[in-house]
C-alpha cells in the first residue's frame, strides 16, 4: 500500500525558511515523478514543483528562484527547500507521487507564514 508522509511544517516569519520533508513508501520511489502541491484557504491546489526520474524539475510561477526540490532515490524521500518565504506561501502543502495514471498523495502539512 502505497504511503507518503511529509514532515517539516510549521510557522515561520517572512522572509525565513523551511525545509519540507516526503518520506516514500509501498512504492517502486525511482519509477515515480515526485512532486509538492500547495492549497491555501480558498483557493485551489496549485503545483509548488516536480521532479521527475532522470531529474528534470518544474517549479510552479509563484515560487521560482525561492524553491528547491530534491529526491533522494536510496531513502526514497523527496524534500523542498523553501527560502524567503512570503505570507502568500501559507498553505497546506502535500506530496504526490506519479506513474503514469497512477498517483498517491499525502495527507499534507501545514506551512504558515506571518508578515
Known amino acids: 500500500q502505497a504511503q507518503l508522509k511529509e514532515s517539516g511544517g510549521g510557522f515561520v516569519q517572512a522572509g525565513g525558511s523551511l525545509t519540507l520533508s516526503c518520506a516514500a513508501s509501498g512504492i517502486v520511489f525511482s519509477v515515480n515523478t515526485m512532486g509538492w502541491y500547495r492549497q491555501a484557504p480558498g483557493k485551489q491546489r496549485e503545483l509548488v514543483a516536480l521532479?521527475?526520474?532522470?531529474?528534470?524539475?518544474t517549479y510552479g510561477g509563484a515560487v521560482k528562484g525561492r524553491f528547491t526540490i530534491s529526491r533522494d532515490n536510496t531513502r526514497n524521500t523527496v524534500s523542498l527547500q523553501m527560502n524567503s518565504l512570503k505570507p502568500e506561501d501559507t498553505a497546506v502543502y502535500y506530496c504526490?507521487?506519479?506513474?503514469?495514471?497512477?498517483?498517491?498523495w499525502g495527507q499534507g502539512t501545514q506551512v504558515t507564514v506571518s508578515s
Open positions: 504526490l507521487s506519479r506513474m503514469g495514471q497512477y498517483e498517491n
Open positions: 521532479i521527475t526520474t532522470g531529474g528534470g524539475i
